[in-house]
């Protein structure tokens, strides 16, 4: 079982840029959320995604935005990149609400 | 809003019990968890507890629940050095899959 996937591991943008990051679920798993990690601190939801429906939303702007394909599979969109969106980004997935499995992260950093 | 607290900062020697602490705000939490961190890694679930148990054990870990004082502890039994890691508690603010971490505590394991 391959677990929680991400994509890219590491990544460099510059300000003002665009990203896309990539998530692909553990198997049987529908529901995929994502986290936002800055340095030495905890992780902060950023959004979950089921049946390809934004279901929760947690306290980021605009700029942030998501998809989640039929294969359950999710990307996480970032436009307008500022130098505090440096982080490492967390995907989760989950069978409905059960407990989470989380990828080993895509850190990005924003110059 | 929902605030999950944790020290930052817990040293033990190898064999000895670790104990890390966390406190919480939001009386709605259906399940509390704690997850490890290893440096460049992702989050990897621990354990976790129902909100009504007072107590969960689980090999070397120990879970203990005062839902009335709002705190949380984990206990790790004959700590090794491959303990030393980052952990963190989170909750679930009654709202499945989306969880609130603390900041996360540092344990150091000395020879």
């Known amino acids: 079982d391959a677990g929680v996937t991400q994509s890219p591991t590491h990544l460099i943008k510059t300000r003002g840029q665009q990203v896309t990051l990539r998530c692909s679920p553990k198997?049987?798993?529908?529901?995929v959320s994502w986290y936002q990690q800055a340095l030495g601190q905890g992780p902060q939801f950023i959004f979950q995604?089921?049946?390809?429906?934004?279901?929760q939303r947690g306290n980021f702007p605009d700029r942030f935005s998501g998809h989640q394909f039929p294969n359950y599979s999710s990307e996480l969109n970032v436009n307008a990149l500022l130098l505090g969106d440096s982080a490492l980004y967390l995907c989760?997935?989950?069978?409905?609400?059960?407990?989470?499995?989380f990828g080993a992260g895509s850190r990005l950093t924003v110059l | 809003g929902e605030d999950v607290e944790q020290s930052l900062f817990l040293s033990v020697r190898e064999g000895d019990s670790s104990v890390i602490n966390c406190t919480y705000t939001?009386?709605?939490?259906?399940?509390l968890y704690w997850y490890k961190q290893e440096p460049g890694a992702g989050l990897q679930l621990l354990t976790y507890i129902f909100s009504n148990m007072d107590m969960k054990q689980d090999q070397r870990l120990t879970v203990l629940l005062n839902k009335k004082d709002k705190h949380l502890s984990l206990r790790i039994a004959d700590t090794q050095t491959g303990d030393s890691a980052i952990y963190f508690c989170a909750d679930d603010t009654g709202t499945a899959s989306k969880l609130t971490f603390g900041t996360g505590t540092r344990l150091q394991v000395t020879l």
């Open positions: 989760a997935s989950s069978l409905g609400s059960n407990v989470l499995t």
């Open positions: 995604y089921y049946e390809e429906e934004e279901r």
């Open positions: 198997s049987g798993h529908d529901t």
């Open positions: 939001d009386s709605s939490s259906t399940y």
